[in-house]
């Protein structure tokens, strides 16, 4: 292969390496099977060595006078930072991690790479840029070019082929929300066939993930001072803080996916010559009350945009999101209420810069770009609840998103859901594709019964959905404290649906259901009409179980069995 221009997106907390590769941009996988590197350098005393990526990231908790991180913020500034005795400046500690890229770069695609598109924030100033290029220089590399990182990520999209994303309206302006490790930058671009125009840029180079987690850090600080009766928010430590914080960057990437976090860790300080030990479980909602304010800052910062660029929301044709903390859920509902409509990611909010910039060097040399195709969810799947009721009938209708519509797949995805009323003993469970609220509007792709073991009313159930390239949708459902687990398979393409828990096997849940069933029919306070065709009902059922001629009766009679069921016990305990 010849020399070649690669796209580097140059991070707070992550960078990335991309080249274009017959006309089509790739990432450049250089550690552990993945082309995110760690923005972290770390000085090795024993060997004289700069040591850059996954392996600085090591070694932060134990060496962290020895690393440094977030090197981004400080870029274009006047200032020093230490590696254990040795002062650099900001652009060589960013050199470090260029050169890295560059050498383990050329190492995966059999080139040296000397040329390179380098991304920076579309707020930076021109001595921030100037600072990024000598950084460049500084890693003996050719910096051919300078772009925005908003204009990066809108050159990806606009070569996804993303015919049925139902995102985009007919205006031509685009939003690049851009919520990154330590920073955070909001752009509104108006494309006209090749000019592409910033009409407006508004960001806070000092807010990210990396305050997320500092806000998480304190709440384990709280903790610690609750069980271990010692306050260090006067005294934290870097070793401390360090080991914290790749705590509370675990647990913010587990609850972008679940609804809760289990944090388990064993001596991270020693208290009067003890261990201090952390073992707790955090939920989504208590880390977003955390964060909300914060969340809040980016949204006030999308309105000022707004605003400059003399557009209302519903001027804007798409939004696009870049940067791995816009995986957070609560950015995605705030941008959700903003705009009055669903938003996504197709591409990996980690990677998309840095595949722009290297369409930025196709654009450079004349290299023709193709079509980039990502195999992306097609409908929003998610299960029917009763946080809503449709009108007509009052029936629970409600269409709760676990997966969003144009989620690149394979992915995985979990919500928590609640009982409704003490000792519920049974939830039938309805999984939907489609975009509307109402489930009537969606399309019924399987539903399957879970029994419930006795608990009190608002207990926690977590429904998890891992969807693969195959069109095969993997159901956990887990009542949280109760050691209640159940898994299911559904094949979206067939309807198909197989259940892989032997407690749940199909017998038992028939035995169960029919024993439930003549338990309601005698239920003396039920209105004597539903009574009886529940009993009626029951007799059809078990005949058609005994002939096992017709397996769709038995499915029409077994659904409204579920159906009638809760309508009885939902009439006795409104009693």
């Known amino acids: 292969m010849s020399d070649v221009i690669c796209g580097i997106d140059l991070g707070t907390t992550n960078s990335c390496l991309a080249l274009l590769r017959d006309g089509r941009p790739e990432p450049v996988i250089i550690e552990e099977g993945s082309a995110i590197v760690p923005s972290i350098v770390s000085f090795d005393d024993s060997t004289g060595q700069i040591i850059v990526g ?23 500034k006047e200032t020093s930072v230490k590696l254990g005795e040795r002062s650099y400046s900001p652009e060589q500690i960013s050199s470090f991690i260029l050169s890295y890229l560059a050498t383990a770069g050329a190492v995966v695609i059999g080139s040296e790479i000397r040329r390179v598109v380098i991304t ?122 360090s080991r914290l914080k790749a705590v509370a960057e675990q647990t913010k990437i587990t609850l972008s996916d679940a609804p809760y976090a289990r944090i388990s860790e064993v001596a991270v300080t020693v208290v009067n010559g003890e261990p201090v030990n952390l073992d707790l ?39 696009i999101l870049v940067g791995g903390s816009t995986r957070t859920p609560l950015v995605l509902e705030r941008l959700e209420q903003l705009f009055q409509r669903t938003v996504s990611f197709s591409v990996d909010p980690d990677l998309c810069v840095a595949l722009g910039a290297s369409i930025q060097h196709g654009l450079i040399t004349g290299e ?64 939907f594709q489609g975009e509307s609220d109402s489930c009537r509007e969606n399309s019924l792709i399987g539903a399957f019964p879970y029994p419930l073991k006795p608990a009190p009313s608002g207990s926690s159930v977590v429904a998890e959905f891992a969807y693969d390239k195959e069109g095969l949708i993997h159901i956990t459902l887990e009542q949280k404290g109760y050691d209640n687990r159940k ?25 169960y259901m029919v024993s439930k069933g003549r338990k309601l029919a005698q239920q ?52």
């Not at 909602?285 to 605003?307: H, S």
């Not at 299911?488 to 892989?500: A, G």
Request: charged residues 35%; glycine residues 6%.
């Open 54 to 76: 996954r392996k600085a990231l090591n070694r932060f908790a134990a060496f962290p006078h020895h690393t440094v991180r977030s090197i981004k913020r400080l870029m274009g």
């Open 120 to 241: 920076v924030p579309a707020y930076f100033n021109e001595a921030q840029r100037r600072a990024t290029i000598k950084a460049g220089e500084l890693a003996g590399l050719e910096v051919i070019r300078i772009i925005n990182e908003p204009t990066a990520a809108s050159l990806l999209y606009e070569n996804f082929e993303d015919e049925d994303s139902g995102e985009e309206g007919d205006s031509s302006c685009i939003l690049v929300y851009d919520l990154g490790g330590g920073t955070f930058d909001v752009s509104i671009l108006e494309v006209k066939g090749e000019i592409k125009e910033v009409l407006a840029s508004c960001g806070d180079s000092a807010l990210g993930g990396d305050d997320f987690d500092e806000r998480l850090i304190a709440f384990l600080i709280r903790h610690i001072r609750e069980k271990y009766g010692h306050d260090f928010s006067d005294d934290l430590d870097r070793a401390l803080h």
């Open 281 to 319: 479980e955090i939920s989504r909602r208590e880390y977003e009350e955390m964060i909300a304010d914060l969340v809040e800052q980016t949204m006030e910062k999308v309105g000022e945009a707004l605003r400059e660029a003399h557009l209302e929301s519903d001027d804007i044709g798409r939004i």
């Open 368 to 431: 023709s770009v193709g079509h980039i195709l990502i195999d992306v969810t097609a409908h929003s799947l998610g299960v029917k609840t009763n946080d809503s009721h449709d009108p007509e009938t009052g029936d629970a209708d409600y269409f709760s998103r676990i997966i969003r519509r144009n989620t690149a797949i394979p992915v995985r995805k979990a919500e928590v859901y609640y009982t409704n009323y003490d000792n519920q003993d049974l939830v039938q469970v309805e999984v």
């Open 487 to 511: 898994e299911v398979t559904l094949d979206t393409r067939t309807t198909q649906v197989t259940e892989r828990n032997d407690a749940a096997a199909e017998g038992k849940i028939t035995n």
């Open 524 to 575: 003396s306070n039920a209105p004597e009409k539903m009574r009886d065709e529940l009993s009626t009902l029951l007799d059809e059922y078990v005949a058609a179980l005994e002939s096992g001629d017709d397996e769709e009766l038995i499915d029409s009679l077994e659904e409204r069995l579920l159906e009638l069921m809760d309508e009885i016990e939902e009439a006795v305990s409104g009693e």
